[in-house]
């Protein structure tokens, strides 16, 4: 936010034109209207108050002004408060801020911005941190007992404040020292229409609980208190109850014990009850009016609270004691005077209680004399008064301002002036109004206005407000700022604003008419001892310290000074503080007199700009040089007007301001270049520059936007043609890298054709047509023979059994090879059949029958397989009567064995003989040997066995062979196998008929007509060997195995 630009009129009247009051106005209040309310005039700062919370404040611009230097940025109070904290810091000059303006024109608000403003930007710590509040935290503890509601301002600052804030070396805060002026004690006791006592009082009735209330003896009411005003006991936006609590706190931080607090809370409470102390006539014997205190309560309550008695402070206040040297005399007080005497008692005890806290807050607040302090004083003091009814209080404030005035104009000048003399500019002295005639007309030590109040003060005799203006009169007949009716009539002139009883000073800022009535009073500020010492003897500590003149061992004759003497004393002493900083002006102004945001009155403004005496401060400023500026700010700032100093310059700062400034051809009159500073006398060639600067800067700024596009464009295609060059890279390579690879392998094929080529001729020339057939059919033959030579001599043996052979060495013989180990082994077996009987080749064909039959169907059939078929199990040859049943022509009985037989009946099995014949089965019983049956082979149709371990069997007959017989038989075999296979060949024999045999579990047997179904079981295993356990149910016949 530089300079001049965004800006809302003139942000610094020095470059006001044409410089008038009136161009001046309207760029205040254009500005105010668009909420800038504050303006320059070089470094001073006009704030118009806004009478609204404007976002202007806060951590962010206190961070934002502290990076930039005063004119960088747009003004600020902030901008001043760095400007002065930055040279303290670093250029180790003390400061002062000085704030004046009228009553509510927002000094005590910018006396709070200057040391928010500080705290937050100066060394941080826990002690300083510390310091920091307790310098902020005095502020609401001042303002609740110094501050009051007036018409002007709800929150009027009722007294001067300076305010020395003393830092280290590196510009941390160190502590403080406040001095207060002229608290305005009049108040304590009344109160004009809608105005308010001291806050103080508000907070203590509505913040305090009932048990406080209790012990300061206090009624939470406030129409109770006669020195309260009860028709503005609340004020719009201002919490009583809650800134009590805060006043609590404050205190406690700035360092006040539980103890100090309840004393200041209760001396407060002191005064308050005071108000209600009630006079009375009275009258004395010989008839002289005198006071007595018409209910005793009160005063008693007062006596209770701060330990004094009551009876004392009656007499006190009702009478009065004259001390000479030699006697003593005591007259009443008539009700008037006895009023007078309480409300005096009231004033001063409150007054000196404010002087108390501001002197314990100091105390608190103060740095130890070792140290070596930096110094900035904030200076919030009442500003001009012109009242409708001014009085000595008017008086004295206006005289502070008039000396205020005076230290601004000396310290204005007298920085201007040492300004040049220090950078070597001819300076010619401008003329201005010089104050010090009518400061000297208040001040003078013999002859001044003051002077003469005190002497009338002091004067025996008969004293009064009328015969200390008659001295007036007499003394300033001739005086050029002084009028009264007798000057006005002695010059003929007539004024009928002027009083009797006033005189008029014609102020710098205008003229003040003063009623003299109460001046004397007032100056002489006097409470009657014997009130002092009765406060004196009060147990209450804190009443008691407030009061030392009380105490008689200290009493002295001697009148204490004057209350117009203190306070010159007090300004003197301020005058000489200020003059020894560097000052630093805010001069604030009330826009309108209603407390209300956005008006802005130009009748108010402006007479508050002339008293302030701002065109003369911007006359005076322009008087030289409107601007100046140091030779590096400036080229850092214009450099770029100049094509040799931009954008490079490696000379020195004030050659490249020369050569910028010459080239753009300005007069030398308007310029002069001082030791570190340039200096441009009127504010048209500063716009000039401006605008030159303006127009240059947007050149640059299209430049900088043409060199980034070009550049943005370059490097856009800079980076597409390094992708065009990378992507046809790859392609190229790839297409280079598969022709290559083709390449490769026709150069290798046609390479191996040339190599064959060539190996094929070398080899023909070396070798016969078909030498190759023969030799390989050499080579052949040669592994053929060894390998059938190496099988004869390896051949295994020529057992049938024996399977082994041996591998073909390579696996071109592995088909000769099969080929030689089947011949081999039917050659074995040839062998092996040859040498074989007939009986043993019958053997065989009825094995292999049998195998043909049972293998793999029955379960017994592997057993059967070693054992050799015997044919006769019953020794036939023992037993003649078997032999003969045997037919004559059948040949030899084929199989003769002890078989069980099944009863048809019940399934029970019974002993019998078979014998197998070619043509017969014979079933013969075991003891006698009669056949008892016999069946033709060619009746056996079909045999039944079961696929078990058992012998069980059936043989089913044709039917036709059946009629008459009993039907199927059912037998039981130990020999099953044998048995079946021989009944097999001999069916086969005899018949050429292949019986039918059937293995199954289930089968059915004809018995007669009946047929029953056999179901043969496998029962559990172990039970015994092959037992069979037959059982019959009807037409079922179960039979289990074990
Ligand atoms: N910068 C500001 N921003 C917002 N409001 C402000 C500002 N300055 C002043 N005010 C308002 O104006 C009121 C009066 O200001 P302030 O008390 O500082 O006046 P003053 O000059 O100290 O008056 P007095 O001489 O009576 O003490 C404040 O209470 C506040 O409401
Ligand atoms: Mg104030």
Redesign the pocket.
């Known amino acids: 936010m530089p300079l001049l630009e965004d800006t809302v009129g003139v942000e610094d009247l020095v470059l006001l034109e044409p410089l008038e009051e009136k161009s001046m106005l309207e760029n205040l209040q254009l500005r105010y209207e668009n909420k800038e ?1 504050y303006t320059y005039i070089g470094n001073v700062i006009i ?1 118009v ?6 976002p202007i ?1 806060g951590p962010e611009f206190i961070a934002k002004y502290q990076n930039y230097t005063f004119y960088e940025l747009k003004p600020h109070i902030y901008a001043l408060a760095n400007m002065a904290y930055q040279s303290l810091r670093d250029q180790d000059r003390d400061q002062c801020i000085v704030i004046t ?11 709070k ?1 200057v040391m928010s403003y500080v705290a937050a930007v100066c060394g941080k710590g826990e002690q300083v941190n510390l310091v920091k509040e307790q310098l902020l935290q005095s502020n609401p503890v001042l303002e609740a007992f110094g ?1 009051a509601k ?1 018409i ?7 007294f001067g404040k300076y305010m020395d804030i003393e830092f280290d070396f590196k510009g941390s805060p160190l502590g403080g020292v406040i001095t207060n002026y002229l608290l305005e004690k009049s108040r304590v006791v009344k109160q004009l229409q809608g105005e308010r006592n001291f806050h103080i009082f508000y907070q203590l009735l509505a913040g305090a609980d009932a048990q406080l209330l209790k012990a300061l003896k206090l009624e939470q009411d406030i129409s109770c208190y006669t020195y309260l005003n009860p028709e503005v006991s609340r004020i719009g936006g201002m919490d009583d109850a809650s800134n009590f609590r805060a006043v609590q706190r404050a205190m406690t931080v700035i360092g006040f014990s539980e103890e100090e607090i309840r004393q200041v809370l209760e001396v407060t409470a002191l005064v308050l009850k005071l108000g209600n102390v009630e006079m009375t006539d009275e009258f004395q014997a010989n008839g002289i009016p005198a006071s007595g205190i018409r209910n005793g309560k009160g005063i008693q309550e007062i006596g209770e609270m701060v330990g004094l008695n009551s009876e004392e402070l009656e007499r006190a206040l009702c009478s009065r004691t004259m001390e000479t040297a030699k006697e003593k005399v005591v007259t009443v007080l008539n009700v008037i005077q006895a009023q007078y005497a309480r409300d005096a008692l009231a004033k001063n005890i409150y007054n000196r209680l404010f002087n108390w806290i501001v002197n314990r807050i100091n105390e608190s607040i103060k740095v130890g004399t070792g140290e070596k302090k930096k110094v900035m004083g904030v200076l ?1 003091i ?2 001009f008064e012109i009242l409708e009814d001014n009085s000595f209080e008017q008086f004295v404030i206006n005289y502070c301002n008039e000396k205020l005035q005076q230290v601004f104009i000396e310290l204005t000048l007298k920085e201007e002036q040492e300004e040049y003399k220090r950078e070597g500019i001819a300076w010619t002295k401008v003329d201005y109004f010089d104050n010090g005639i009518i400061c000297n007309l208040i001040e003078h030590n013999q002859r001044g206005i003051l002077a003469m109040l005190d002497e009338e003060c002091l004067r025996p005799g008969v004293v009064s407000d009328s015969t200390f203006l008659a001295k007036l009169n007499q003394l300033f007949s001739k005086h050029s700022h002084y009028e009264s009716k007798v000057t006005q009539n002695a010059q003929r002139q007539y004024d009928h604003t002027m009083g009797l009883s006033c005189f008029r000073i014609c102020h710098y800022a205008g003229k003040v008419t003063y009623n003299v009535a109460g001046f004397i009073d007032k100056n002489n500020d006097l409470l009657f001892r014997d009130l002092s010492q009765v406060m004196w003897k009060a147990r209450h500590p804190l009443l008691h310290s407030l009061f030392p003149e009380g105490n008689p061992k200290e009493a002295s004759l001697k009148r204490p000074l004057t209350a117009g003497a203190q306070f010159k004393s007090s300004v003197a002493i301020l005058m000489k503080n200020l003059y020894s900083k560097n000052p630093n002006y805010i001069r ?1 102004i ?1 826009p309108n007199e209603h ?1 209300q945001r956005g008006q802005f009155s130009s009748e108010l403004v402006v007479v508050q700009t002339r008293y302030l005496g701002l065109l003369e401060n911007v006359r005076v400023r322009r008087a030289g040089y409107a601007f100046r500026q140091g030779y590096k700010p400036f080229l850092e700032r214009y450099r770029l007007l100049s094509p040799c100093t931009w954008p490079y310059w490696n000379g020195g700062d004030r050659e490249g301001v020369e050569k910028v400034l010459g080239e753009l051809s300005i007069s030398s009159e308007e310029l002069a270049y001082g030791k570190t500073k340039l200096f441009i006398k009127s504010p048209k060639t500063l716009f000039y520059l401006e605008e030159k600067r303006h127009l240059r800067l947007q050149q640059l700024a299209i430049l900088i936007q043409k060199v980034y596009r070009g550049w943005r464009c370059r490097t856009h295609y800079q980076l597409m043609r390094k992708s065009q060059i990378l992507i046809s890279a790859w392609f190229r390579g790839n297409k280079q890298k598969k022709h290559y690879g083709k390449m490769k392998a026709s150069a290798l094929l046609i390479q191996a054709f040339v190599r064959g080529w060539k190996a094929r001729k070398n080899y023909r020339r070396y070798f016969r047509s078909g030498a190759t057939l023969t030799l390989a059919n050499f080579i052949y033959r040669s592994i053929a023979q060894k390998f059938l030579l190496g099988l004869r001599n390896n051949l295994p043996s020529t057992n049938v059994l024996d399977n082994r052979w041996p591998a073909a060495p390579y696996s071109c013989f592995n088909t000769a090879n099969r080929e030689l180990q089947q011949i081999f082994r039917q050659w074995k077996c040839k062998k092996f059949r040859d040498q074989l009987s007939p009986k043993q080749v019958q053997t065989l064909k009825e094995k292999l029958c049998a195998s043909e039959l049972f293998k793999g169907k029955k379960a017994s059939y592997p057993q059967s397989v070693p054992v050799p078929f015997r044919g006769d199990y019953v020794g036939l040859q023992g037993n003649p009567k078997l032999q003969k049943l045997q037919g004559r022509d059948e040949g030899p009985v084929l199989m003769a064995e002890t078989v069980k037989k099944v009863n048809r009946g019940n399934g029970k099995t019974s002993a019998r003989i078979l014998l197998l014949t070619k043509g017969h089965v014979i079933i013969t019983d075991t003891k006698k040997f009669q056949a008892q049956t016999i069946i033709g082979l060619d009746s056996v149709a079909e045999v039944s066995v079961s696929s078990l371990q058992d012998g069980l069997f059936s043989l089913h007959l044709n039917e036709i062979t059946s009629v008459g017989s009993k039907g199927d038989i059912l037998l039981i075999s130990d020999h099953v196998v044998e048995l079946l296979t021989k009944m097999y060949q001999a069916v086969l024999d005899a018949t050429q008929r292949q019986l039918s045999v059937t293995v199954t579990e289930k089968f059915s047997v004809r018995f007669k007509d009946k047929s029953v179904a056999v179901k043969v079981i496998q029962g559990p295993v172990g039970g015994g060997k092959n037992k069979l356990i037959c059982k019959k149910k009807g037409s079922h016949l179960e039979v289990t195995v074990q």
Do not use: H, M
């Open positions: 309310i704030s108050n806004p009478y609204q919370q404007l404040y303006g009228e009553s509510g024109s927002g000094k005590t608000e910018a006396s911005l501050n007036t002007r301002n709800n929150n009027s600052s009722r919030d009442y500003g604030c009330k407390q």
